[in-house]
């Protein structure tokens, strides 16, 4: 009897478990505010010495306030390369520090925006490029069920990509590179997709074009119209569903 009392227990835990959820809607502020899924994975492709940054809204969707705080995990980091985080501008730690000393107070609707506490997740590269995997979450101190999750992952091999994105089975660097007038990126994707995103970033975080595409099962060329960009360093970003993919390029007229 007592064995099936907490077999009962146990199952009614579990299930508990499975239907907690976050009480936050996340944002890709980088990504022209595109929807963050829990778990989801953003993939980069750095270059040597690359200084990324990845820019996090968050907002509380629930008709309560809620604590939170950042926590990071270097789950690998390539060697020679550094992962680290701010809260706002004014809150930033070192790479030895993996979770957030600030709380972060959401009153209901509120968004870390509004207050200067979005999130900078930096990534500065070594001098040689290599695979990292640095995962953070935002959780409730109060609830340990209210916990988002999603992973930041550079220099992935096409495997990884797919296997990470169950769509796109292989994804080019742009080209040419530097580019002047107009650049390209080849793709192969195992499903037709409408409404991708394709935005392109400078180097100070700031898009400067977007649009949507929409690509086919099979190869796709993507155009990535560069005339009306200024010499410099650009990202461009593809996003569908719970992938982004970043290719670095640069301008040079």
């Known amino acids: 009897m007592k064995k099936l009392i907490l077999l009962a227990s146990t199952l009614f835990l579990g299930g508990i478990q499975m239907i907690a959820q976050s009480s936050l809607a996340v944002t890709d502020i980088n990504n022209g505010m595109a929807s963050v899924a829990d778990n989801s994975i953003i993939s980069y492709t750095t270059a040597t010495s690359d200084h990324i ?4 809204d968050a907002k509380n969707i629930t008709a309560s306030t809620k604590y939170y705080k950042l926590r990071r995990f270097d789950d690998i980091l390539n060697p020679g390369a550094s992962a680290y ?8 730690y070192a790479p030895t520090t993996y979770t957030s000393p600030i709380t972060m107070t959401l009153t209901p609707n509120q968004t870390l925006s509004s207050q200067n506490l979005a999130l900078l997740l930096d990534l500065e590269e070594g001098v040689t490029p ?3 995997s640095i995962r953070y979450q935002l959780f409730n101190i109060n609830d340990a069920n209210d916990v988002f999750t999603f992973t930041l ?6 495997s990884s990509v797919k296997e990470a994105a169950s769509i796109f089975s292989s994804v080019s660097s742009v080209y040419p590179n530097p580019a002047v007038s107009k650049a390209h990126i080849n793709m192969i994707s195992s499903e037709s997709i409408d409404n991708v995103t394709l935005s392109i970033t400078n180097s100070l975080g700031s898009i400067v074009s977007i649009k949507s595409i929409d690509l086919s099962a099979g190869k796709n060329t993507v155009a990535i119209d560069s005339e009306n960009l200024s010499s ?8 569908s569903n719970k992938t982004k993919i970043v290719k670095k390029f640069t301008v040079n007229k």
């Not at 940054?53 to 996090?56: D, F, K, N, S, V």
């Not at 992952?153 to 096409?158: C, G, P, V």
């Not at 410099?232 to 970003?237: D, E, K, L």
């Open 53 to 56: 940054t990845t820019e996090i």
């Open 85 to 92: 985080f701010c809260v706002g501008g004014a809150n930033c």
């Open 130 to 132: 290599g695979y990292s």
């Open 153 to 158: 992952k550079y220099n992935e091999t096409a």
């Open 232 to 239: 410099g360093i650009y990202f461009a970003t593809i996003s």
